[in-house]
Each structure stands twice: as structure tokens, then as C-alpha cells.
């Protein structure tokens, strides 16, 4: 359900992150977007602090006011102004397929070690990578990113991240009753009865094992999943990997088709959202670990909006393969006040965090999630404590806002 952006730029599986009403259409997006939706973006509370804090750190952020901006500010797929050219469209689809056809008819166990060299090749020759990944891993810790315990998991991480590519790549070629199989049933029953009592089901998880797998395993067992996706990339290849999930009954939702997003919710189905895809200064204030960091509104704003139940889901990947998903106590979202936000976004961040400390060596992810200028964490707890004060009013947030 998500995948680093260099894998399968347009289609990895949102399961996840990182909310969101345009057309009913696998094509819609802002410019398609109805009158209502175009007044919610146009009614911003201009007293919210939530809201005052975003203009404002778009504003610094547009005009580099940290110096090094582009370590702070990273543009959700939705936020992009420009696509990929067309002409590396085909060459990157005939890539993928051929890509996938070899990992699928090698022994996998042989795919994962080739694949888990090459992982470790990126590691040393892609230095900013690595430096991202060992401070992450460094709060996680609680030591210095130099500090070598932070090194091991960063390469632990990497080695986890092409088994989850290969099983990636070798998940079309499974039917229903296999992939069924991938998640263990202890937790099912559980997340089948959230499910039942919720008036739509917010599932969100982290670059955690393998959310593919979570994802297939859930609708083979007649579990109605949706999840965001980033499309921002290539079409065809969005469209193929689309059809693919739709085998094991996922869809595929595009980053701006709100109105599918909405729709998922008001039939009480599941939608997914992954929400640690690296730090964005206008997100949600949290505690993460041990340091100050954003998470996107999208899915609190959702949850408050809709009557949905906000799920996180903590997934694992056992020795023998299959995965173990269990969810944790399910957050429910009383109004977008900026004090109740703060509330739910928190809860979600010290779920996710759990699940991350139990297996650290099956977090992936290739991007800072921490600022790393003081003065940044210093703001954001300001702004917590302002949101924290702020219980009487209604952040009335713009629709991008809910996005992750």
C-alpha cells in the first residue's frame, strides 16, 4: 500500500498517508473540482492557528527562509506543478514489466539477496540517502545518526526494503486465495468488527514490512480497501498497476480525485492512507519518537468531516514470510476544532511509533522525517501549544489541506 517514490513512481500504494471531493473519473482532478469544493478552499478560517501557521510557513518555505529549504519543505504529489516528460513514459512501463516478469520467475529467494545487494550498492553511493535515513534512525535510537547502531538499522532498512520491491513485483502474479494467505487471521476479526461499527474506516500505516500485502490480504477477505495514490508520475504505468490491484480488489484512488476519496467513506468501506512520507512544515505538529515533527491533517480532518473511525494498523513481516497486522485502539475525531486535530493526529503518531520500535529493521523510508533546524522544532511546538489552547472554533480548512 505505499512504496518509495523510486520504484513505482506513479503507483505505489497509498495505504495511507499520507485525506481528500472532482469528478467521478480516474482522470479527475483540482481543476475538475465542484463549486462546493472550490468555497471550502475559498472559506480558509483566517483566525485558525492552524491555518495562519500554514500561509506562513509557505511563504517562508517558497522563499528559502531556513537557507536550506529543500531539506524542509517536500511538495506532496498533489502540490507538484510538473509531470514527468511523456517521452520516458513508455521506456519506464516496458522497464517495470520487464523488471517484474524476471523477479517473477526467479527462486525468490535468490531475487532477495541479488535485490538486497544491489539496496545495500544504493546505500553507499547515494550519500544523501543515506544521511536522511541514518537520522531517522538515529531518533528512533535516540543516539547520533553517526552513532553505528543507527548505521545497522539504515542498512537493515535498505536490505527490507528489496524484499518488499520483490514481493512487490512477484504480488500480481498471486490469485485471491494466496494472497489471502499473506496476513495472518489473528487480527482480522478485530479490524472486521471496527470495521462493522464504523461509518467509514480510516486505516493508516506507516512504510512499515510490507502494506501491499496488508492491502490484498485485507480485500481477499472480502474487506471493501481503497487507497491514495500518487499519480503524478506516468499515466500508463499508474493504469497498469490499477488493473493490477483491482485483481485482489483494491482500487487505486488518484492523489486528487477527492470526490472518490469522500465517496470510499460515505459507502463505509476502508480507505488506506499512509502518513510518514517525510516532513512537510505545514502538517500537524507531533511528538514522533523523541522530537518534534509534522504529520499530515488529512486524516483527522477526514475522520472529524465524515463520522470515520481513524485505525492505525501495525503490519510485520514474520519469519516465514507471511505478515501479522493487528490494529491499534481506533481514534475517533469529534470536530476539525485545531485543539481536537492536534489530539487525533498525536494519537495516530504514538500508534505508529509502537509499531515502528517493535520491528525497526522493517522501517523503510528514504526521506528526512524529522527537521533538522532546531529553531524548526522550536516552532512547532509553539504552534502545538497553540492549537492545544484553540477548542471553541472550527479550523475550516481547504480541501488540499486535508490532503496529506
Given at each position: 500500500m505505499a512504496s518509495e517514490e523510486g520504484l513505482a513512481t506513479g503507483g505505489a500504494l497509498r495505504l495511507g498517508e499520507p485525506g481528500h471531493p472532482p469528478a467521478q473519473g480516474p482522470a479527475a482532478d483540482a481543476g475538475d473540482a465542484t463549486q462546493a469544493e472550490r468555497t471550502i478552499a475559498?472559506?480558509?478560517?483566517?483566525?485558525?492557528?492552524?491555518?495562519?501557521?500554514?500561509?506562513?510557513?509557505?511563504?517562508?518555505?517558497?522563499?528559502?527562509?531556513n537557507g536550506n529549504g529543500a531539506a524542509h519543505a517536500l511538495d506532496a504529489p498533489h502540490r507538484r506543478q510538473e509531470?514527468?516528460?511523456?517521452?520516458?513514459?513508455?521506456?519506464?512501463?516496458h522497464a517495470y514489466r520487464g523488471f517484474a516478469w524476471l523477479v517473477g520467475h526467479l527462486p525468490a529467494r535468490l531475487?532477495?539477496?541479488?535485490?538486497?545487494?544491489?539496496?545495500?550498492?544504493?546505500?553507499?553511493?547515494?550519500?544523501?540517502?543515506r544521511r536522511w535515513v541514518r537520522a531517522n534512525f538515529g531518533h528512533v535510537l535516540g543516539v547520533p545518526a553517526s552513532d553505528p547502531?543507527?548505521?545497522?538499522?539504515?542498512?537493515?532498512?535498505?536490505?527490507?526494503?528489496?524484499?518488499?520491491?520483490?514481493?512487490?513485483?512477484?504480488?500480481?502474479?498471486?490469485?485471491?486465495?494466496?494472497?489471502?494467505?499473506?496476513?495472518?487471521?489473528?487480527?482480522?476479526?478485530?479490524?472486521?468488527?471496527?470495521?462493522?461499527?464504523?461509518?467509514?474506516?480510516?486505516?493508516?500505516?506507516?512504510?512499515?514490512?510490507?502494506?501491499e500485502a496488508l492491502g490484498a490480504g485485507l480485500a481477499s477477505h472480502g474487506l471493501p480497501v481503497s487507497v491514495v495514490a500518487d499519480d503524478t508520475a506516468y499515466d500508463e504505468l499508474f493504469d497498469l498497476l490499477r488493473r493490477q490491484r483491482a485483481v485482489w480488489g483494491v482500487q487505486l484512488i488518484p492523489w486528487r480525485n477527492l470526490r472518490a476519496v469522500y465517496g470510499v467513506l460515505r459507502r463505509r468501506e476502508i480507505l488506506g492512507l499512509l502518513v510518514d512520507w517525510g516532513y512537510r512544515p505545514d502538517g500537524i505538529p507531533v511528538r514522533f519518537f523523541d522530537a518534534w515533527t509534522t504529520l499530515p491533517a488529512g486524516p483527522a480532518v477526514l475522520a472529524a468531516r465524515n463520522g470515520a473511525t481513524i485505525v492505525p494498523v501495525l503490519v510485520r513481516r514474520e519469519e516465514d514470510g507471511r505478515f501479522r497486522a493487528w490494529p491499534a485502539e481506533p481514534i475517533r475525531v469529534a470536530s476539525t476544532a485545531p485543539a481536537e486535530l492536534l489530539r487525533a493526529t498525536q494519537a495516530i503518531a504514538d500508534e505508529l511509533?509502537?509499531?515502528?520500535?517493535?520491528?525497526?529493521?522493517?522501517?523503510?523510508?528514504?526521506?528526512?522525517?524529522?527537521?533538522?533546524?532546531?529553531?524548526?522544532?522550536?516552532?512547532?511546538?509553539?504552534?502545538?501549544?497553540?492549537?492545544?489552547?484553540?477548542?471553541?472554533?472550527?479550523a475550516r480548512a481547504g480541501a488540499e489541506a486535508a490532503l496529506p
Open positions: 475559498r472559506t480558509a478560517e483566517p483566525a485558525s492557528p492552524a491555518a495562519l501557521a500554514r500561509r506562513r510557513v509557505r511563504a517562508e518555505t517558497n522563499g528559502g527562509a509531470r514527468r516528460p511523456r517521452i520516458h513514459e513508455g521506456p519506464a512501463v531475487a532477495w539477496t541479488v535485490g538486497g545487494w544491489v539496496a545495500l550498492a544504493g546505500y553507499v553511493l547515494w550519500p544523501t540517502k547502531a543507527a548505521g545497522r538499522l539504515a542498512r537493515a532498512a535498505y536490505w527490507t526494503y528489496a524484499r518488499y520491491v520483490v514481493e512487490l513485483l512477484r504480488l500480481p502474479g498471486l490469485d485471491r486465495r494466496h494472497a489471502a494467505d499473506l496476513v495472518m487471521a489473528d487480527g482480522l476479526e478485530r479490524f472486521k468488527e471496527l470495521v462493522a461499527e464504523s461509518r467509514g474506516t480510516i486505516v493508516v500505516v506507516a512504510h512499515l514490512a510490507n502494506n511509533a509502537a509499531g515502528i520500535a517493535a520491528v525497526p529493521e522493517q522501517w523503510y523510508i528514504f526521506k528526512p522525517i524529522w527537521p533538522d533546524d532546531p529553531a524548526e522544532a522550536e516552532r512547532l511546538e509553539r504552534l502545538a501549544g497553540q492549537m492545544a489552547a484553540d477548542r471553541g472554533g472550527e
